[in-house]
């Protein structure tokens, strides 16, 4: 129990340090904590923990913030320009999670900044049908907003900009990937010299 303990609170500090810097615009910084903070859960909140009343009460809070961390890591992630490496992870989430409008809104999102306009409303199709026949809803307006402005190809959709610190992170980033790569693809032919 005392090494769940220890990963809640890491991922709760992570969470919390991730969305505030999401708030104050350093969405890099803000996605890479996200990813920290939802690389720590290994399956769902306290399995192999029998519940009472207060504990199951907790589960339900942790599956719930999993999902708002998960939101605000799309957010973040959709605001820094990756929204070619999100297809498919909100393609799960949304078949996942059927009713949850936000990851269809990120979905729509994402693949009309890849250039799928056409799919893009086929996800809302698919979940104006959805919540018509199971809850007899329409979907909110936002999500008719955003919509509208797939349809008018409204230029507040496309990629925004990233702040110069953001860019500079990025820049590091594929720098230190770009060097991992040449120094593996360099280890045969070292070893064979040594």
């Known amino acids: ?40 859960w290994r399956g769902p909140a306290l399995v192999n923990v029998e ?21 605000h890591r799309i957010y973040a992630d959709l605001q820094r320009g990756a929204h070619h490496t999100l297809v498919p992870e909100l393609t799960e989430l949304t078949a996942r999670h059927p009713l949850h409008e936000n990851f269809h809104r ?12 056409a799919e893009s409303l086929a ?33 507040s959709l496309d990629t925004p900009r990233l702040r110069s610190a953001d860019r500079a992170t990025v820049v590091r980033q594929q720098e230190r990937r770009t060097m991992g790569s040449v120094v593996h693809s360099l280890t045969p032919a070292l070893r064979a010299i040594g």
């Open 51 to 71: 519940a009472g009343e207060l504990l199951g009460a907790r589960i339900v809070h942790l599956d719930e913030s999993l999902l708002c961390t998960l939101e």
């Open 106 to 117: 990120h979905l729509m999102l994402a693949l009309y900044r890849c250039g799928r306009r």
């Open 1 to 40: 129990m005392r090494r769940v303990a220890l990963d809640i609170a890491e991922y709760e500090m992570l969470t919390a340090a991730g969305n505030a810097a999401v708030q104050r615009g350093a969405f890099v910084e803000g996605s890479d904590l996200l990813h920290q903070a939802v690389a720590l």
């Open 123 to 155: 996800v809302m199709r698919r979940l104006r049908a959805r919540l018509v026949e199971e809850l007899g809803l329409e979907p909110s307006p936002f999500l008719v907003q955003m919509e509208q402005d797939i349809l008018r190809g409204e230029p």
